[in-house]
T-cell receptor, first 114, second 111 residues
Framework: NAGVMQNPRHLVRRRGQEARLRCSPM?????VYWYRQLPEEGLKFMVY????????ESGMPKERFSAEFPKEGPSILRIQQVVRGDSAAYFC????????????FGQGTRLTVV | SQQGEEDPQALSIQEGENATMNCSYKTSINNLQWYRQNSGRGLVHLIL?????REKHSGRLRVTLDTSKKSSSLLITASRAADTASYFC???????????FGQGTRLTINP
């Protein structure tokens, strides 16, 4: 049973380009969370999704950032017109259901904006 | 602001000693979870303690929860070099739908 898979592991984008981060949850998990982590800091919640629904996007910037979790395929975190401040590690986690079950994390995507 | 705050921010001890990390939070919770993160890697779930529990053990880990003080502690006994990592507490806030993480404690075990 494969764990949470994120790709790419490393992504380099020039300012103004789009970054697309993918997350495949564990088999049987229908809940996905995205977090951002700056060096030497904790994880900042961005968005919580269930299949085809955004449940909580209170941590996601209103502009340039969007997330989806379609019925088929991975969850996608999209950052449009990236800026240097978007450089960070982005982690995806999945759980089988909500109400505080332990989450399983992917290895993260390290985005560098040059 | 973050729901969970760990203390200390960094801890360096000798192999074999016990390591204690603390976490404080602000609002009512359903449960509190501890995770470990090795440098450059994802987070690994260690232990979950429910709001109606006071203490929980898992191997060399011991977690306590004091809901009246809104605090938790993680004790790692007989530390090993492989325990070197960052440790985060995360709370599942009552009524919310997400895990909120603290800033973490960076633990270094010196051989």
């Amino acid at each position: 049973n494969a764990g949470v898979m994120q790709n790419p592991r490393h992504l380099v984008r020039r300012r103004g380009q789009e970054a697309r981060l993918r997350c495949s949850p564990m088999k049987g998990h229908s809940h996905v969370y995205w977090y951002r982590q700056l060096p030497e800091e904790g994880l900042k919640f961005m968005v919580y999704l269930q299949k085809e629904n955004i449940i909580d996007e209170s941590g996601m910037p209103k502009e340039r950032f969007s997330a989806e979790f379609p019925k088929e395929g991975p969850s996608i975190l999209r950052i449009q017109q990236v800026v240097r401040g978007d450089s960070a590690a982005y982690f995806c986690a999945s759980s089988p259901r909500d109400r505080g079950r332990p989450a399983f994390f992917g290895q993260g995507t390290r985005l560098t904006v040059v | 602001s973050q729901q969970g705050e760990e203390d200390p921010q960094a801890l360096s001890i000798q192999e074999g000693e016990n390591a204690t990390m603390n976490c404080s939070y602000k609002t009512s919770i359903n449960n509190l979870q501890w995770y470990r993160q090795n440098s450059g890697r994802g987070l690994v779930h260690l232990i979950l303690i429910r709001s109606n529990e006071r203490e929980k053990h898992s191997g060399r880990l011991r977690v306590t929860l004091d809901t009246s003080k809104k605090s938790s502690s993680l004790l790692i006994t007989a530390s090993r070099a492989a325990d070197t990592a960052s440790y985060f507490c995360a709370t599942f806030v009552r009524g919310a739908q997400k895990l909120v993480f603290g800033q973490g404690t960076r633990l270094t075990i010196n051989p």
